[in-house]
């Protein structure tokens, strides 16, 4: 079992930036990929990066250049720096741990940008 817990969501005016951290506890050792996810009203849970426990990083077309997901797996902590924020990054973002065919999610936090 993987806990996962999310802190820095906030309001924010467009063009700022917010810093989201997740920290993981339980069986940590065995979680290799670890991302975030964000759902807006109405809309599905969609993808905004991703990273390996090696450090390979994937991003949605949406965030790239304006987003960096990282990783301290001494901490077994991940993180995403938002800058540049928009309207449109409005949602509740989660944190999501890959344990071999397993998904975790935390309970997410919600970021609204204002235009």
């Known amino acids: 079992q993987v806990h996962l817990v999310e802190s820095g969501g906030g309001l924010v005016q467009a063009g700022g930036s917010l810093m989201l951290s997740c920290i993981a506890s339980?069986?940590?050792?065995?979680?290799?990929?670890m991302g975030w996810y964000r759902q807006a009203p109405g809309l599905q849970r969609e993808l905004v990066a991703t990273?390996?426990?090696?450090?390979?990083?994937v991003y949605a077309d949406s965030v790239k250049g304006r987003f960096t997901i990282s990783r301290d797996n001494t901490k077994n902590m991940v993180y995403l720096q938002m800058n540049s924020l928009k309207p449109e990054d409005t949602g509740v973002y989660y944190c999501?741990?890959?344990?071999?065919?397993?998904?975790?999610w935390g309970q997410g936090t919600q970021v609204t940008v204002s235009s």
């Open positions: 999501r741990a890959t344990v071999v065919l397993r998904y975790y």
């Open positions: 339980g069986s940590t050792s065995s979680i290799q990929r």
């Open positions: 990273i390996t426990s090696g450090g390979f990083a």
